[in-house]
């Protein structure tokens, strides 16, 4: 099983690495778990210092963990096959997420990022945003705010020391949710991360906490990791489900989790997407 999980993530950064190879293909179309996320992507950088423990990035790109996490820097030549894959996508419906296999927000500079959110402004392109940066990312709020733009945080704890021991160079719990709330005020769409679930508690009590400043939630258990397999899904599974509904937010449950919950639980799961888009989205 562990090994046709890896295959499919492998698949579903074919484009990433052809475009490594040939060095013009900036916007591709994620397979497999990632689509679930959003329909295009970019990765901007290569590498990534996070250091998360259940990064899966360097083993789909044929990388040694300490060399992936030693560094991120641009992408040769990305900003180029950026404008020019922007421009011939100019006023998609589809959002383009920044980033999968990197953060758009890396403790060495985020200029890269904010020329490629100028880029896909001008062509009137959809971002979704994901980052562990924290407030590092406020700094392109002005731009989020006047654009068809949502921003993403993945977090996954409660607990401060959990966060240190998993994701240890990332932003810290309370520096993730200050930028949260101050994407929600500045009337930026929000959404929540909450994958790879590792604590079952603590990402449920997010939920709760977050509801007031979170448009959309994005569920989904850790895969690949010894620890997912002493984790009950089938009693934590239904319990995202229904803490997702009261929150009266937009809400998926990504595929991984289909297996834990009835027929009807799943159609319930993602009959919101179509209900309620988020804010950015629905203005699609
Ligand atoms: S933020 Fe993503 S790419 Fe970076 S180390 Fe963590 S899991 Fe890997």
Same mark, same amino acid.
């Given at each position: 099983?562990?090994?046709?999980?890896?295959?499919?993530?492998?698949?579903?950064?074919?484009?990433?690495?052809?475009?490594?190879?040939?060095?013009?293909?900036?916007?591709?179309?994620?397979?497999?778990? @990632?689509?679930?996320?959003?329909?295009?992507?970019?990765?901007?950088?290569?590498?990534?210092?996070?250091?998360?423990?259940?990064?899966?990035?360097?083993?789909?790109?044929?990388?040694?963990?300490?060399?992936?996490?030693?560094?991120?820097?641009?992408?040769?030549?990305?900003?180029?096959?950026?404008?020019?894959? @922007?421009?011939?996508?100019?006023?998609?419906?589809?959002?383009?997420?920044?980033?999968?296999?990197?953060?758009?927000?890396?403790?060495?500079?985020?200029?890269?990022?904010?020329?490629?959110?100028?880029?896909?402004?001008?062509?009137?392109?959809?971002?979704?945003?994901?980052?562990?940066?924290?407030?590092?990312?406020?700094?392109?709020?002005?731009?989020?705010?006047?654009?068809?733009?949502?921003?993403?945080?993945?977090?996954?704890?409660?607990?401060?020391?959990?966060? $240190? $021991?998993?994701?240890?160079?990332?932003?810290?719990?309370?520096?993730?949710?200050?930028?949260?709330?101050?994407?929600?005020?500045?009337?930026?769409?929000?959404?929540?991360?909450?994958?790879?679930?590792?604590?079952?508690?603590?990402?449920?009590?997010?939920?709760?906490?977050?509801?007031?400043?979170?448009?959309?939630?994005?569920?989904?258990?850790?895969?690949?990791?010894?620890?997912?397999?002493?984790?009950?899904?089938?009693?934590?599974?239904?319990?995202?489900?229904?803490?997702?509904?009261?929150?009266?937010?937009?809400?998926?449950?990504?595929?991984?989790?289909?297996?834990?919950?009835?027929?009807?639980?799943?159609?319930?799961?993602? $009959?919101?997407?179509?209900?309620?888009?988020?804010?950015?989205?629905?203005?699609?």
């Amino acid at each position: 099983m562990r090994c046709r999980q890896l295959a499919l993530d492998r698949q579903a950064l074919a484009w990433y690495i052809q475009g490594e190879e040939r060095n013009v293909k900036a916007i591709y179309e994620p397979k497999g778990a @990632a689509r679930e996320y959003s329909p295009l992507a970019c990765n901007l950088y290569s590498g990534c210092t996070h250091g998360c423990l259940y990064c899966y990035v360097p083993a789909v790109l044929y990388r040694t963990p300490a060399d992936f996490h030693r560094e991120a820097k641009p992408r040769d030549g990305i900003l180029k096959a950026l404008d020019k894959d @922007a421009r011939r996508l100019a006023d998609s419906s589809d959002p383009v997420l920044f980033c999968f296999t990197c953060d758009p927000y890396p403790a060495g500079g985020s200029e890269t990022t904010r020329e490629a959110l100028c880029i896909m402004a001008a062509c009137n392109i959809p971002v979704q945003v994901l980052t562990k940066a924290g407030t590092r990312a406020e700094r392109d709020f002005d731009l989020l705010a006047g654009m068809r733009a949502q921003f993403g945080t993945t977090l996954l704890f409660t607990d401060e020391a959990d966060r $240190q $021991q998993w994701e240890p160079n990332a932003a810290t719990v309370g520096n993730r949710i200050a930028a949260i709330r101050e994407a929600h005020a500045a009337g930026i769409s929000t959404w929540l991360s909450i994958e790879p679930i590792i604590d079952p508690e603590q990402a449920l009590a997010l939920i709760g906490l977050l509801s007031d400043v979170v448009d959309e939630w994005r569920i989904g258990k850790l895969n690949h990791h010894p620890l997912a397999k002493q984790i009950n899904w089938h009693y934590w599974a239904p319990k995202f489900l229904e803490a997702a509904k009261a929150s009266r937010r937009t809400y998926m449950l990504k595929d991984s989790m289909r297996r834990y919950l009835t027929p009807e639980q799943w159609a319930e799961s993602r $009959q919101a997407l179509t209900v309620a888009p988020p804010r950015g989205i629905s203005q699609v």
